[in-house]
């Protein structure tokens, strides 16, 4: 389903209600959350809201994609992100989050891990963003829709976007990440979508089905609805969905 909000407020809003009502219902809470500036707005009101603060030792987190290369306590990797946005501000402890080592000497030995992870701790609630070239995690189009994680090489798009995460030009050439399928079978999904710059690649995510776009895969399921605001969402049918 594809829900349009009148503003990135107010979708913020929404998800931040939805992560604490999950959090509260689901007996062993799992989160899988996408790092980035999209989702920021959304973590901050979550961590905002002080009823959540006594439920916090129930939560646990598995990631969802690293770069390669990068250490997680450098500006601009995703655990940093996820850290400043939310880690640092409910209190989580170490034990609780299980991350991807970007710079792990064994990168293969590193997805088995996490893979092992979710086989042993299903993923109940994942808050995906979707990238300009409609990757999701850093399945990048042309990735193939995978029950595990793998090592992948980023696009070019990708590469540039991300530039704006670290505080100097930074090389990036692979990613480490979930698969569309562990994400698929996450127990509840919201992809998110925001501003107008993405309106262009949410244009072509629901008006040419043969785009063949890794956030395409998600379409579909009663489990996972597509959150935009309207200035995402311009150039598509605010009642198609």
Known sequence: MIRIFDTEEEVANEIAREMKEHLFNEQHPVFCLASGSTPHKSYLKFAGNPEIHGKIK???FVSLDEWVGIDKSSEGSCYQMLNQDLFSLISLDDSQIEFFDGTSP??????SRIDRYIEQHPITFSLMGVGMNGHIGLNEPG???LNHSS????SETTKTVAQKYFNQPTELEQGITLGLGQVINSKRV???????RKAD??????SNPDAKLPAQELFGFEHIDFYLDAEAAK???RHQG
């Open 235 to 237: 150039y598509i049918d």
């Open 143 to 145: 990735c193939p829709v």
């Open 58 to 60: 129930d939560f646990n």
């Open 201 to 206: 690649i949410v244009k072509e995510m629901f």
């Open 151 to 154: 090592v992948v090489e980023l």
């Open 106 to 111: 064994d990168l293969k030995q590193e997805c």
């Open 190 to 196: 919201i992809v998110v979508i925001t501003g107008e």
